[in-house]
């Protein structure tokens, strides 16, 4: 291949951006990359995945493993360099199949092909993984109904794990994932049952007791790419280091700051601990596109990161102004919303508002019911991961997927109909969270033939239960035809809209009590002073705050009032949060 012309090319694409340029065509074997929102990581991903293919820096029989936690982005990274890779090889003598050269999957679906092809050596129900039924280990007794015959012992044993999971409970998954694979074993897979943390930890079991299966994934997968990896929770990782040999060319991308599933499991500070642990060489990326022509946005993106890199005394340069509406009621506020959202898409017709909140409670109701009485359109996305009517949704997907997979593995369009009918017989509420997520389940299910047509069967398959499996539904949000959209920061996580509002931005709401305001000692004036005792607390609503702001790609607007509506409903006084007073942040209040 002429490289010569390949590297000419992606300096063009690339605008002479430097530090993307260093990341695509470095020869360095260990890298990780500190990827903000808006700073061009994909781009930069498919161009340096593109480069080491050109190459031939995966040689055959070699392959490229690209792994993710989110099922939705390993599925954006596979279209991506699907579609992109031809391209930015047309001209130079590509005579590869990509398929042939790398896998692009999620943890689970990388889980999954290593069980279905040797997880007969556990139990033989893995040849047929696809078609086992998930069970949700969480709760004790939730189990004990729904598995006949299950202990309350063995039943313990599976939901404490998952919660040490869910805790990042490293001593204890390492003490007791062994009983939890054995009870898996024993207890459930001969019903036909397995949990979703077992899909992982199966794997990781397959791979340490075999060493001859360990040593073929090890060499197969020469170079392994992780994207999105300050997500990644105790078992992927464990996974993922059984893989990783002194000889692995390792390439990992994240954000320390987009760290917002903490609550779910993700590794806190597993940035910088892998960065000394695997002896990786770190390259920041440090140009925002998405901002490039607005430079309160700008400095706004900056500043809030300088925080976050040195809480108790941010280095701050240039102060940015922010869009900031303050009123003296609730109800005025949320007058305001409808009034901002409307003049907006009056201005911009081909654009859409999200409206983010940092939790649900009586604000945001307040805020609906506003726009209810107005007849305002707009999308009801307030899904929360520990939701139990949304975990509930996608588990009877799953469920009702599963059994008809049971009879004709082929997903079709026929069979996706009678998917979405066999939930409606099931689901019959009329409230605007099932609404909006029968909506979700059918645009997502159209994207399986349109934007997905390019995957197998088998791929199709597991990105679908992959979807549900990981309550990944609302990850579709982006896709609905409503002009507005109300949504809770963390279901937006990953999604874009062009204007964003974020509305609430009092004590006691943004953050919360329970997320700082409880333990910051700062008394009614909400100034917050950083100190050592509270920075842990600090940088997770940091990390919210970040990622509600990075979701605009044009502008972001605040807004607060000066009386709340508290647990009882009642009006008290509230004070302008603190996070809109941190250094380097100014607003004159309209």
Same mark, same amino acid.
């Not at 799953?398 to 082929?410: A, G, T, V, W, Y």
């Given at each position: ?81 699907? =579609? ?34 040797? *997880? ?12 086992? =039924? ?25 939901? /404490? &794990? ?23 074993? %024993? ?28 040593? &073929? ?60 642990? !695997? ?7 440090? %140009? ?14 900056? /500043? ?22 303050? !009123? ?64 509930? !949704? ?5 469920? $009702? ?12 369009? %026929? ?28 645009? &997502? ?6 934007? !997905? ?24 949000? $982006? ?14 996580? *990953? ?12 004590? &006691? ?11 910051? *000692? ?9 100190? %050592?005792?509270?920075? /842990? ?54």
């Amino acid at each position: 291949m002429n490289n010569s012309i390949i590297e000419e090319k992606l300096r063009e694409s690339h605008f002479g951006d430097e530090k993307q340029l260093e990341i695509i065509f470095s020869q360095e074997s260990r890298l990780i990359i500190e990827a903000p929102a808006g700073y061009g990581k994909t781009k930069t991903m498919v161009s340096k995945i593109a480069y080491m293919l050109a190459s031939n820096q995966i040689p055959y029989p070699k392959r490229l493993l690209a792994l993710t936690f989110s099922v939705n982005a390993a599925y954006k990274i596979k279209k991506d360099v699907t =579609q992109n890779i031809p391209i930015i090889l047309e001209g130079t003598k590509s005579d590869f199949s990509i398929s042939d050269k790398m896998l692009v999957t999620n943890y689970h679906g990388f889980a999954r092909r290593i069980l279905k092809r040797y *997880g007969y050596k556990i139990h033989t129900s893995l040849i047929e993984i696809e078609k086992l =039924q998930s069970v949700d280990d969480s709760d004790t007794k939730k189990l004990m109904q729904s598995i006949s015959g299950l202990s309350y012992a063995n039943a313990e044993i599976l939901s /404490n &794990f998952n919660t040490a999971v869910k805790n990042v409970s490293g001593k204890y998954v390492k003490e007791n994932i062994d009983s939890y694979n054995t009870t898996v074993i %024993k207890e459930l897979l001969p019903l036909k049952i397995i949990p979703y943390n077992a899909i992982l930890s199966l794997a990781f079991k397959l791979l340490t007791d075999n060493s001859v299966i360990r040593n &073929f994934y090890q060499r197969l997968y020469s170079t392994i790419l992780v994207d999105e990896y300050q997500d990644t929770n105790i078992l992927s990782y464990v996974l993922l280091n059984s893989l990783f040999t002194e000889k692995s060319k390792i390439i990992l991308m994240g954000d320390t700051l987009q760290r917002i599933y903490g609550f779910i499991g993700a590794i806190p500070n597993l940035i910088s601990h892998s960065e000394e642990q !695997f002896k990786l060489n770190k390259i920041e990326l440090n %140009k925002n596109y998405r901002f490039q022509h607005n430079k309160q946005m700008l400095l706004l993106d900056s /500043n809030i990161r300088k925080n976050a890199e040195t809480p108790t005394s941010p280095n701050i340069s240039e102060i940015a102004k922010i869009e900031f509406s303050v !009123f003296d009621s609730q109800s005025l506020e949320a007058e305001y919303l409808i009034n901002q959202s409307l003049e907006l898409i009056e201005k911009n017709p081909d654009s859409k508002i999200a409206i983010l909140v940092k939790q649900r409670g009586n604000n945001i109701n307040a805020i609906i019911d506003e726009f209810n009485d107005k007849e305002v359109a707009f999308f009801y996305g307030l899904f929360t991961d520990d939701d139990p009517n949304y975990l509930k !949704f996608n588990r009877e997907c799953l469920f $009702e997927f599963i059994e008809l997979i049971r009879i004709k593995d082929q997903v079709t369009k %026929k069979m996706t109909t009678s998917l979405i009918n066999k939930i409606k017989s099931k689901i019959t509420n009329s409230d605007a969270l099932t609404n909006s997520l029968f909506i979700l389940l059918e645009i &997502f299910l159209s994207k399986v033939f349109t934007d !997905f047509s390019f995957l197998s069967n088998d791929e199709k398959v597991s990105l679908i239960k992959d979807t549900f499996e990981s309550y990944g539904l609302k990850q579709y949000v $982006e896709f609905v035809e409503a002009k507005i959209i109300i949504s809770t920061v963390h279901g937006s996580k *990953g999604l874009e809209w062009d204007f964003v509002i974020l509305p609430d931005m009092e004590a &006691f709401s943004f953050p919360n009590y329970y997320g700082l305001c409880g333990y910051c *000692g700062c008394g009614t004036n909400c100034n917050l002073n950083v100190t %050592k005792e509270i920075e /842990n607390r600090f940088l997770e609503e940091l990390s919210v705050f970040y990622v509600a702001v990075t979701r605009a790609r044009k502008q972001v607007y605040f807004s607060a009032s000066k009386t709340q509506l508290d647990f009882k409903n009642q009006n008290v006084s509230r004070n302008i949060s603190c996070l809109l007073k941190l250094p380097g942040i100014e607003f004159k209040a309209k």
